[in-house]
Structure formats: structure tokens, C-alpha cells
């Protein structure tokens, strides 16, 4: 039919409706078609993307919601980064991450990391805690989760199934020099006293930090003080198994044991350097800091800090390596994605990832240590310390 043929039938104000209407569509298309275009790097990704949304919602055995298929594309588009610490977090896994900052959180108390073949372990299996009480140790391989081969498991995944309600449990079978055991953990509730602090012989502090929490900055400096009213003149800083936490309580434990100045370097893929400086609160004791393969990510930038400033020794064996800074950005429906941003550099410009903190005395902790008298690395760090 002819344009003619509708232009004497329809009036003329709903001829031109019409054609509006199919103008803004076709607009819309090629729109469309044109964002798509940008974001998959393909003039046919927006005919890729609904082909196959439309396989996956029409042909797949089972039913699946709309919902579980636009987070799959979501998670997948951060999974395809290939960067273990990078995700896209839903409502549960956005909560979950301030939980843990917050130093509160449901769960058996373990860090998990993954080495570069992608095999899966314990990076910090946190003191006082049902993993560690259970017998689970850093550096741990976790062979399975509950019957699942942690092979096909991402760390989100693993995390996932690890943490849950108090009360329930969950079974790890762990491989430890080349045996495999099953730990059945009981989860609960926990909150994480991050600073423990003592005095010991000779004038010496010893201060354990286990997590760096929000609560952690006010808390050490409250037992910092305390032991310098005691008559502490030197100090035991002990980083084991400390997985890291927040870059900003880092700094804040920094003011007080490093001289002002950087602590930490982060460069950003524009190439912009931020620096986050000590503000040198206290004068300098002879130090000693304890490390192990537990401690990652702001341990090593303590440690590292303290190495480069030639303030301490870093005694213990080589840390964990997990050099990389993550944000989380906020995304409607309370959801969120942590995103790897940057690398540390140490002030003396050493990359931390994948490398870690060598110590400057390298000592190794029996496997039978249950008291300060078995525990090797504290006690060279007394013995060096006396030399003080």
C-alpha cells in the first residue's frame, strides 16, 4: 500500500503520531545498537548479548529468573578482569564486606587467597577463631567446601559457602604436606578484638594486631600509651596472620611507630601517585615487627614501611603478597563492586604483589608451638631487641 493510501484514510494528526513514533523507535535501535557496539568492542555485540539471553532464558533445561541472568552478566563482566580480589558484590556480599571492616561478621574466621595456578587456600587463619581452634593454619590448601571441589569454585564462590549463620557448619577438607583431612567448623558471630597489648622483660611492649578494622587506629594508640605509662622503651609488633584491612587504619597505627613521612605509594592506571604519610607522633623505640605467610595486603605495607625506614627488623618468614589496592563503589539496589585499582609501593618504591615482605631474619615457627617459650620468631625478637 501506498503512503497516499494511509495519509486519506488516517487523520492527520495520527498519521503524524505514527510516523514520530516509528522515527523514535528506529532512533532508539541504532542508539542501542551504537552502545553496544562501544562496550563489547563489535558492531553485532547487542545482536550477541540478546542471542544470548534469549538461548539462555528459552533453552536451558531448567527455568531461571530474569534477575539470575542479568547478575550472571554482571558478575561475569568483573570475573572476565581475571583479578582474584575484583567482584561484583550482591545486597548480601555489599553487607557482608562492611561486616567484616567493621570487625563484626558471621563466619569461621579464615581469609581465603588463591596462589597463581589458582589453587585455593587459607591466607590468614585468624587466632581465636573456630577455623583456627578447629586446627585449620595458614598457607592450608582448601581441597573442598561441604563436598565441593574448590577447583570449580570462584573466591566469591568459596567465601560464599564458607560464611553463613551462626550456629551452622560448614566442612573444609584441607591438604597439609601432602595429607588431607576434613574440619567441621561450627560458625558464629565474630567480632574481632584486633588489638591485644602486654608488657614483657626489660622495658619491652609487645602489641598483636589481627585485623586492621575500623576500630583498630583508636585502639592502638589507647595500648600503645598504656604501655609507654608502663615504662615500655621497646616493642614486639606481631603482623601474624593479620590479613590486611583498611588502608586508612594502617596509616593511623603508622602515626605512632613510623617517623613522618610516606608509609605507602599507590599509583593509579592514569599514572596519578597518592601518598598516605605517617604523621610521626611518637619518637622512635627499637622495634621489632613479626610476619609470617598470613599476613597480607596492610601488614605488608607496616612491615614494608618499617624495612625501607631501617626503623625495626622484620623478623618471621616471607609475608603473603597481596600488594593490590580495592575499592568498593556503591551500585542502586544496595549493591556494590570491588574493584582492584592500584598496586602498593613501598616508600622505597617496592612492589608488593605477588612478592611480599621478606623478612630481615628469617625464622621459622614449629609446628607444635603452644606457648611464648616454643614461639621461635618471638622469642628472636626478644633476643634482638635486648641488643637494643
Not at 532512533?27 to 552502545?35: C, E, Q
Not at 587456600?121 to 581441597?143: F, L, M, N, R
Not at 602489641?207 to 608502663?230: C, H, M, N, V, W
Not at 614501611?305 to 603473603?320: L, M, P, R, W
Request: no cysteine; proline share 4%; aromatic share 8%.
Amino acid at each position: 500500500m501506498s503512503r497516499d493510501f494511509f495519509k486519506r484514510w488516517l487523520p492527520d494528526s495520527l498519521w503524524s503520531g505514527i510516523r514520530f513514533a516509528v522515527k523514535f523507535t528506529l532512533a532508539g535501535i541504532v542508539f542501542m545498537w551504537l552502545v553496544f557496539w562501544y562496550i563489547s568492542g563489535s558492531p553485532v555485540g547487542a545482536v550477541k548479548f540478546f542471542f544470548t539471553y534469549f538461548v539462555a532464558s528459552h533453552f536451558y533445561m531448567d527455568p531461571v529468573s530474569k534477575a539470575s541472568l542479568f547478575e550472571g552478566s554482571l558478575d561475569g563482566m568483573i570475573d572476565s578482569l581475571g583479578e582474584p580480589h575484583s567482584q561484583y558484590l550482591n545486597e548480601k556480599e555489599y553487607n557482608d564486606i562492611y561486616m567484616q571492616t567493621s570487625g563484626s561478621y558471621s563466619g569461621v574466621g579464615i581469609v581465603l587467597g588463591q596462589d597463581k595456578e589458582g589453587i585455593m587456600k587459607v591466607a590468614t587463619a585468624i587466632e581465636g577463631q573456630p577455623a583456627a581452634e578447629a586446627g585449620i593454619k595458614s598457607g592450608d590448601i582448601i581441597v573442598e567446601i561441604d563436598g565441593v571441589n574448590t577447583s570449580t569454585l570462584s573466591m566469591e564462590e568459596a567465601s560464599k559457602m564458607i560464611r553463613g549463620e551462626e550456629g551452622t557448619t560448614v566442612v573444609l577438607t584441607v591438604m597439609r604436606d601432602n595429607e588431607i583431612k576434613d574440619y567441621t567448623i561450627t560458625r558464629k558471630q565474630i567480632t574481632l578484638p584486633t588489638v591485644k597489648g602486654k608488657m614483657l622483660e626489660d622495658h619491652i611492649g609487645y602489641i598483636r594486631i589481627s585485623q586492621f578494622a575500623e576500630p583498630t587506629g583508636p585502639d592502638f594508640a589507647k595500648t600503645y600509651k598504656e604501655l609507654k605509662d608502663q615504662g615500655m622503651t621497646k616493642l614486639v609488633l606481631d603482623l601474624r596472620d593479620n590479613p590486611g584491612g583498611l588502608l586508612t587504619t594502617a596509616q593511623e597505627v603508622a602515626n605512632y611507630i613510623l617517623p613522618a613521612g610516606p608509609i605507602v605509594t599507590i599509583q593509579d592506571r592514569s599514572g596519578q601517585v597518592e601518598s598516605y604519610d605517617s604523621e610521626g607522633l611518637e619518637p622512635a623505640i627499637p622495634m621489632v615487627v613479626l610476619i609470617n605467610q598470613g599476613s597480607a595486603s596492610a601488614s605488608e605495607i607496616i612491615a614494608g614501611a618499617v624495612q625501607d625506614e631501617k626503623v625495626g627488623t622484620i623478623v618471621g618468614i616471607n609475608s603473603y603478597g597481596k600488594g593490590t589496592v580495592q575499592t568498593i563503589l556503591g551500585v542502586p539496589g544496595n549493591e556494590g563492586i570491588k574493584i582492584t585499582i592500584a598496586k602498593y609501593h613501598t616508600p622505597n618504591d617496592r612492589v608488593i604483589d605477588g612478592i611480599g615482605i621478606k623478612p630481615d631474619v628469617e625464622v621459622e615457627l614449629p609446628d607444635n608451638a603452644k606457648s611464648e617459650s616454643d614461639d621461635t620468631q618471638l622469642q628472636k625478637a626478644l633476643e634482638i631487641l635486648k641488643t637494643k
